[in-house]
C-alpha cells in the first residue's frame, strides 16, 4: 500500500501543480476538435479524427509512459433515452457497441495508463433489456449488466498482458446538483421563461456588485456561444428596472405575504429539509419588489372570477390587461410549487409526528394517471432549448400536449388498539408538451411530478410495502414507459423498489369492444356517416321534411274502418329507435311527443308499403284536413332535426345517428325513398332502386347456402363508394382549393346509394349489439362520477359498507348484465326487422355479431377481471380460496409482491394484509374518463380566440390549474347557463321573472289579508277566490291607500329588499340530510338511536307489504275493467263529439311544446280547430 500511496501522491501533485502534456486526442466533431486545439495549444501533441487511427498509431509506436487515460465512448447503444433500450440484442446490435467493448479495452492494453477514466451514461450500469426473469436475484448477481460484462472483459484482456487495475465505479448524478431542462419536455422550460419576467425576487448586491475577477476567463472557452452571451447581456439589461419604480418592503412583512400563497415560515422553519430551510433563511433577509407585483400580494383572485377574461379583471382591478395575464400565470406557478413545498413540509414532518412505536407504517403508495392529446401551441424552439430562459424564439406546432393525475397515500397501523389509518391526497401537476408521444417522453413527464416533491423517497424509506399504481390506456407508448420504469425500479436499491400495479382503462376497453362488432358492418358505418355529412348544410332538416310533407299528402291511403292492434313490429321500432328514458328530462319527453304521433296517425303495418291512416269516425268531407295533418306531424316526428354525426372516436352518443336513419328506414322504408329526393333524383329513379332490392324471401336452405350467399354478394359501401367517385370525378377545378360543392354532392350521392342498399336489417342488428355495449360504457363512467363517490360516502357514513370502482369492476356485476343480455338475444329473433327481411343472411350476421360483442367482452373484460391483479380484489371467500389455489406462474408483479409478504395462509387472512387490499382499492383508479373530459376543456382554451391566434403553452397550463381550483372548490352549474338553454326553458323561466314584479294595490291587500288572517299558510285557490270578491268591494279611499303601498313595495323591490317586509315563509336552505358533504368537507352521519326512539307497536314492514301484495290482483282487475269501458265507450260514441276530444287532447298535449312552434296551424282544417 505504501507504493500506492507515493504514486498517488505524486499523480496528484501533477494534477493540481504542475504542468501536463496530451500525448494525443480523438474527436469525430471537427468543432469540438477545434475548441480543444485553442485550450491545449502547446500542450497537444497528436491530433486524430477517430479512435481507430489513434488506437492503431499507438500500437505501431514504441510505449512511453502515460499517466492518465480519459475515455468517453458514444453512450447511444445504452442510453435510456432510446425508444428501443431495453429490447432483447438491441444493444449488442447497435453499430457503436464495439466502440466501447473493443476500442476502449484495446486503448488500455496498448498504452497501458497508471490511472484511467471511462465515463459512460446511467444506462451503461443497467440491464441488458427489460426481461428480470420474475426472480429475486439482481442483475449484478446474475453479472448480466452492462457494467460487469464490460469489465469482464476488460479483466480478461489485461491478464493477457499481464496488467492489474484497482477498479472503482462512482455513481454521479448530476440531478443532485442542478436541475435538469430536458428540450422535449417543454413545460417548466416555456412556464419559467415568462414567469422569470415577472417574479424579479432579486438580492441588491446582484445588482451593485460587479462579478469577481475569478468568474472570467481571459482565455480558452467562454461561457456558452456568442449569439448565446449577446442574448443573455440583452435580456440582462432589459429585467433591470428604474430605481423609483422599486419600493423596499421589510423582511418581515415580505416573508409574511409569502407564506399567504406558499406556506406559513414558522412552519417551514420546523418542517422540510435543509434546502427548504436555507431558503427559509434567505427569506428573511432585505428584498427589492417592484411594484408590478402588488397585484399577486394584494389579492389572489376571487375564486368566482376565475373564468372572467382578462380584459373584465383588468377593468375592475384599473390593471392593464397584459399585466393580469402575467399575473394568472404567477399565480398557477404559485399554486403548483406551493402545494409540492407543502407536501414537501408535510412527508419531513411524519416521521416525528407520526412515532414508528405507536404508528407503525404499513405501505407507501404512489399513483398515476395520465393521457395525451394533439393541441396547437406556440413553444420553444428546439435548437435553442439551452437558451430558452433568456431568448423568446417560438414556433408554432401542433404538440402532444400530456395531461397527469398523480397522488400519493400512506397506510399506518395504529400499534395500541389495532386500527388502520389512509392519509391520500393529490399532487399538483401542471400540464406537459412533448414533441413526440413515445413512452421515454412521457416517463420522463410522469417522474418530473414527483420530483416536484422534496423529501418523497426519503419518507418512502420507512414503509416495508411500496406500489406504484398507473391506470393508462393500451398505447404502445405506454407499455414502453411502463418497461422504462420497471427497468429504473430494479435498478434501484431493494429499499427504495416501488412494486407496480397497472390497470388499463375499462372505457378503452369497452371501446374496443365496440369496434370489434362495428368492423363486421364497415360498409353502414360508412353509410351512417355519409348521411350525417350530407344532412351537415343549413336547412336540411326543413328540406326533408317538404319532401316528405308532399310525399304523404300523395301516397297517404285513408280508410274509414276500425283500426286494428297495433302490430308487434310498429312497437319493436319504437322500442328499439325511439326507447323512453334515453337521455335527460328533455329528450324523454321529446321521444313521448314523436311516440305518440306516430302511433296516433300512422296506425297501419309499418311493414307495408302502403302508407295508411285508419279512421273509422271521421267524416270524409274533413280527408283533406286529416292529410295536411298528418303530413305536418308525421313529417316532424320522423325528422325532428339533422341526421346527428356518427362519430367513430366517441364512447357515447354514436347511436343517435344509427336511430336517426334506422327509424326511417323501418318506417315504410322511408329512406331511400327521401335521400334520393334529397340529393335531387327523379321519382322513376327512386322507385326502380327500390325495386332491385326487394327482399328475396325466405330460403329454407343449408348453412353451405348462406355462407355461399355472404362470399358472394356485393358490399353496398364499395358499390356506394364507386358510385360517389363517378359522380364528383371532374367536379374540382382548382386544385389548391377544396370544392365544397363537389363534395357535399358526392355525399349525397354515397347517402343516396347507401340507403337504397336496403340497410334496415343490418342498421336493428348492430344498434341492438351496441346499446348493450353503450349501457356498459355508461355504467363505468357511473363508477368515476362524483355522484357515485358521493353516494358511496353517504353509506360510509351510515351502517353500511362503501364499494369503490376497483372492487365493483373486480366483481363484475356490469359486465355480466352485458353478457347476460348478450346471451339471451341469442335466444330471441332480431328485434325491428320486418318478417319478409328475416332471411338466412339476416339471421347468419346477427348471430356473427353478437357472437363478436361476446367474444369481445370476454377477451377484454372477462377474462382480464378474472386474472391479476383484479382478482385480488374481490371480496368474496370462493374468490379468495381460488387465488390462494393458483400457481405463482400466473400471478403478476403485485401479486407476487403481496404472497412475499404474506407468504403463509394465517398472514393472507390477517387483517393487516386485508388493510392493504383495502387501501389500494381505495386509491387505485379502473378507467382514465375525468382526464379524457379534460381534454375536451383544454383544446377549447386553445381555439379561443381567433384561428390566426396560437397560445402558449404556459397559458393553457395556467387555465388548467385554475379551473381545476374552481371545480375543487365549488360546484359549476354545467350547462345551466342562460345561454344553453332551450327556447321553451327560456320562455318559462321569463314568465317566471314577470309573475315576480313585487308591487300593486292587490298584491299589498293580499299580503295584508294573508298576515291578519292566515300568517305562514300557503295561499289557497278558494281564500285568493275570497280576497277578489272583497277587493272588489272595497271603497276608492282604501283602494288609493292600497295603491300608495303597492308603489313603495315596488320601490323596495327595485332595490333588493322585501317588498312586504319580511315574511313567516322565507325560503330557507334545506335541511342536511344523512350523506351530505358541508363546505368544510364533512359528512353528515345518523343520529344514534336510543331506547327513546325505538318505535314499539304497529304493524311491521313485511305485514304492510304483504297487505300490498294482496291487494294487486284487485287492483289489476279495476284497471282492466276501466280500460274495456273506454274502448266501449269509444267504439259506440258519437263521431263529432269523439274528434272534439282527439281535438282537445291534441292541443292539450301541444300546450308550451314544441309541435306548437314548429308548425302553423293548417287553414281550415276542421280537426285541428275542433
Known sequence: MSSWDDKLDEILSQ??????????????????????????????????????????????????????????????????????????????????????????????????????????????????????????????????????RFLKIFSRDMEAVGISYWLVKLHMDSAIWIKIRRPRHQTDVALMSQWDDHLNFSDESDNEQPLP?????????????????????????????????????????????????????????????DLQQAVVAAAEQQWHVASSENLLQARDFHMKGLHSTSAAAASMLQMPVKQVRHSLLELAWIMTAGAAWLWGGLLSSLRSALPPERWRPIMAFRKVRFDETPTALR????????????????????????????????????????????????????????????????????????????????????????????????AGANFRSEAASKAKAWNLAPPLRCVRLHLYCELHKVALCAKAVNDLA?????????????????????????????????????????????PLYNRQVLDLYLPVGDGGAGTSRLVLRRRFLLSYFMNGDWQSSDIVHYARNLDPQQEHSVREAFAHYCSWALVPSKCPKYSRGRWTQYDKALQWTGLLAS??????????????????????????????GQDLGGWDAVLDEAMNAPDPGQEASAAADSVGAGAAKDPTLFDWTAFNQQQRAEAAKWASSDPVARVAVNLQVVNSLLQLTYDFLELDSARWDQQQRARAAGEDTRDYPLLSVARGTHVGQCVSGLLEMLTHPPRGVPFLKQTRSTRAFYCVTLSAGLCAVQAQLHMRHAACPIALFRADAESSQAFHQLPPCMHDEFARALHKMYPTQPAKSSSECAAVLAACAALASTDIGSVEASHASNRDVAKLRASGWTPTL???AGKFVLRKTKLSKERTAGFQHKHFLSKDAKCRAARRRRQRRPGGAWRAFVHEQQRLHRPGAKFDPDFLRQLGVQYRALPAAEKLRLQQVGFLANAAGRHGFQPFGPSQRQAQPPPLQVGDVTEAGAIVAPPPVTVEDVQVGGRTFEELLLREQQQWPARRDRQQEQRREVDLLVKHADRSELQKEVCAALKGHGVDTVLTELFEAVPGSRLLDG
Open 954 to 956: 404556459a397559458f393553457v
Open 379 to 474: 413553444t420553444e424552439d428546439r435548437e435553442e432549448a439551452e437558451a430558452a430562459l433568456f431568448s423568446s424564439m417560438e414556433w408554432h406546432d401542433s404538440t402532444k400536449v400530456v395531461q397527469i393525475e398523480a397522488g400519493l397515500g400512506f397506510l399506518y397501523e395504529d400499534v395500541s388498539s389495532g386500527s388502520f389509518v389512509l392519509l391520500q391526497g393529490q399532487l399538483p401537476s401542471a400540464l406537459r408538451a412533448v414533441d413526440s408521444p413515445n413512452g421515454e417522453n412521457f416517463f420522463a413527464a410522469v417522474e418530473s411530478v414527483f420530483d416536484l416533491v422534496p423529501d418523497l423517497h426519503r419518507a418512502f424509506l420507512d414503509f416495508p410495502f411500496k406500489v406504484f399504481h398507473a391506470c393508462t390506456d393500451a
Open 667 to 696: 318506417v315504410h322504408s322511408l329512406l331511400p325513398y327521401l335521400m334520393t329526393q334529397y340529393r335531387g333524383g327523379s321519382a322513376e329513379e327512386t322507385r326502380r332502386v327500390v325495386q332491385e332490392h326487394q327482399p328475396r
Open 213 to 273: 475577477p475569478a468568474a472570467s476567463r481571459a482565455r480558452g472557452r467562454g461561457r456558452g456561444s456568442s449569439a448565446f452571451r449577446s442574448v443573455a447581456a440583452e435580456r440582462f439589461e432589459r429585467r433591470r428596472e428604474p430605481e423609483e419604480a422599486v419600493v423596499a418592503v421589510p423582511a418581515g412583512q415580505r416573508r409574511r405575504e409569502q407564506g399567504k400563497a406558499l406556506v406559513a415560515t414558522d412552519l417551514q422553519k420546523r418542517l422540510g429539509t
Open 15 to 148: 494534477a493540481l501543480q504542475l504542468p501536463f502534456v496530451v500525448e494525443s486526442v480523438s474527436e469525430r466533431d471537427p468543432g469540438y476538435l477545434a475548441l480543444v486545439e485553442a485550450n491545449h495549444q502547446s500542450r497537444l501533441r497528436r491530433v486524430f479524427q477517430s479512435i481507430e487511427d489513434q488506437l492503431a498509431f499507438c500500437q505501431r509506436s514504441p510505449q512511453q509512459r502515460v499517466d492518465l487515460l480519459l475515455t468517453g465512448s458514444p453512450c447511444n447503444p445504452f442510453s435510456t433515452a432510446r425508444a428501443k433500450r431495453f429490447r432483447d440484442g438491441n444493444v449488442q446490435m447497435h453499430q457503436s457497441y464495439n466502440t466501447t467493448m473493443q476500442m476502449v479495452t484495446g486503448m488500455y492494453k496498448a498504452v497501458r495508463p497508471i490511472v484511467g477514466v471511462t465515463e459512460q451514461v446511467e444506462g451503461f450500469d443497467m440491464l441488458m433489456h427489460s426481461d428480470s426473469g420474475g426472480g429475486s436475484v439482481t442483475p449484478l448477481e446474475e453479472l448480466t449488466g452492462l457494467h460487469i
Open 522 to 566: 364497415a360498409h353502414d358505418t360508412a353509410g351512417v356517416l355519409a348521411v350525417g355529412l350530407a344532412c351537415a348544410t343549413p336547412g336540411s332538416a326543413r328540406k326533408m321534411r317538404r319532401i316528405l310533407k308532399a310525399f304523404f299528402k300523395l301516397a297517404l291511403v285513408v280508410r274509414y274502418e276500425e283500426c286494428p292492434a297495433q
